[in-house]
């Protein structure tokens, strides 16, 4: 299966697990296709989920806040390295959203937290989300 992102578009039949046969559309989607194939792929692999842990600086302080902590980086990053680091973690989550901070942040052994994730066959994403704006 391919995405559909530019270009070259196909007609396929493609036969379901029930024989029925359906006209699908494939679409090229440049130098990137195979690439966005295997990420697509490793984060909708069975039985794992995605980690929504994209809170903003805000959310994360009044996380911090309710268990009576100052909302400071270095309180957010002990708190996604929580996250990050727990034993385990690949085996039940393919994917993360991170907050931007994220990226940029190590945990207390020097290690970027993105590595941790990859390292346990985590894709790490960002939300581009800017908000809301008047239309």
């Known amino acids: 299966m391919a995405f559909a992102l530019n270009k070259s578009l196909a007609k396929a039949a493609v036969t379901n697990k029930a024989g029925v046969s359906r006209r699908a559309l494939l679409v090229k989607a440049t130098k990137y296709d195979e690439e966005l194939v295997q990420t ?5 692999s069975k039985g ?5 842990m994209d809170e903003s600086n805000a959310t994360c302080g009044k ?17 996604r390295e929580l996250l990050v680091t727990t034993p385990g973690l690949g085996q039940y989550i393919s994917g993360a ?6 990226l940029y942040q190590n945990t207390s ?12 066959g985590i894709v790490p994403g960002i939300k581009v989300d800017k908000g809301l704006v008047p239309l």
């Open 97 to 102: 959203i991170l907050f931007e901070e994220t």
């Open 40 to 44: 697509a792929t490793a984060v909708a």
């Open 109 to 120: 052994d020097g290690k970027k937290m993105v590595d941790h994730l990859t390292a346990q």
């Open 48 to 52: 794992r989920g995605i980690l929504a």
């Open 63 to 79: 996380r911090l806040e309710s268990i009576g902590l100052e909302n400071t980086e270095d309180n957010r990053r002990a708190y």
